[in-house]
């Protein structure tokens, strides 16, 4: 718990850092979000075709 309170000199470079890596991995995330809905829309139409078809 001592340790604790020690640490606290160098946070607000370690925040920035944090933050910068942050809004990396949200955008990464966003992206990889997008990908999957669009290709989860397709499947979906593909299936409501194939529903469509057998009638």
């Known amino acids: 718990?001592?340790?604790k309170a020690h640490t606290g000199h160098h946070s607000h470079?370690?925040?920035e850092r944090a933050i910068a890596k942050?809004?990396?991995v949200?955008?990464?995330?966003?992206?990889a979000n997008r990908d999957i809905q669009s290709s989860a829309?397709?499947?979906r139409?593909?299936?409501q075709k194939a529903q469509a078809k057998r009638g």
Do not use: P, W
């Not at 949200?26 to 992206?31: L, S, V």
């Open 1 to 3: 718990m001592a340790k």
């Open 13 to 15: 470079q370690d925040s």
């Open 22 to 24: 942050n809004t990396a």
């Open 26 to 31: 949200e955008a990464r995330a966003k992206a």
């Open 41 to 43: 829309a397709k499947t």
């Open 45 to 47: 139409g593909m299936q």
